[in-house]
């Protein structure tokens, strides 16, 4: 575990609500930009990184060590996701667009063109994640965003390994099949 990371641990343990504050600052926008990922949703993952940092305050004592603590929250982000995700259907009108989320990647050095084609892959990209199911698109996102392996992936989800690369797979050929004859037509 991180130096700086395993000083503020012990020290929350021991009672001291500021070192678990400097825990929170330092891995919540990474906690945020996993939720927002799975849900696809601002709100949601506000929610999400609010019941994560809370889980885990909670449940500090069980955190054994042996990973590191931004490891740990992750997972606990995942599940949490995840949770959520299986309680609520989706609510497509408190979707942020990821046009948007293309603009901002794109900057502010590109081209009308670029910006367009960028907003239009984005809207393509979202409509197909939209259509996985709850853990096919939770196993494409913690493989191809948060870099999580297959092991990792089972454990999050609560299925065998070999689910999970299942999960991933099925995710990999329906964008693919969604996809394809839009990249085909570029």
């Known amino acids: 575990m991180e130096g700086s990371d395993a000083a503020a641990v012990a020290r929350a343990r021991a009672g001291d609500r500021e070192a678990f504050r400097v825990l929170v600052e330092k891995h919540s926008r990474n906690v945020f930009r996993l939720a927002f990922r ?3 949703n601002e709100e949601d993952a506000e929610d ?8 885990a305050y909670r449940n500090l004592h069980r955190f054994a060590g042996r990973s590191e603590f931004g490891t740990w929250v992750h997972a606990i982000a995942s599940n949490c996701a995840l949770d959520l995700l299986r309680r609520r259907a989706p609510r497509e009108e408190r979707t942020r ?8 990647a794109a900057g502010s050095d590109s081209t009308p063109e670029r910006a367009l084609f960028g907003s239009e892959v984005g809207s393509r990209v979202a409509r197909s994640l939209d259509r996985l199911t709850v853990m096919e698109r ?4 913690l493989r191809h965003f948060e870099g999580r392996t297959i092991a990792e992936i089972g454990r ?3 299925v065998r390994s070999g689910a999970a690369k299942n999960c991933v797979f099925r995710a990999v050929a329906k964008l693919r099949r969604d996809l394809g004859p839009f990249v085909e037509a570029r």
């Not at 999400?48 to 889980?55: P, R």
């Not at 667009?97 to 901002?104: K, R």
């Open 138 to 141: 939770s196993a494409f996102v």
């Open 97 to 104: 667009p990821l046009e948007a989320e293309a603009l901002e």
């Open 48 to 55: 999400v990184v609010q019941e994560t940092f809370l889980k």
């Open 156 to 158: 999050t989800l609560g």
């Open 38 to 40: 799975m849900t696809r």
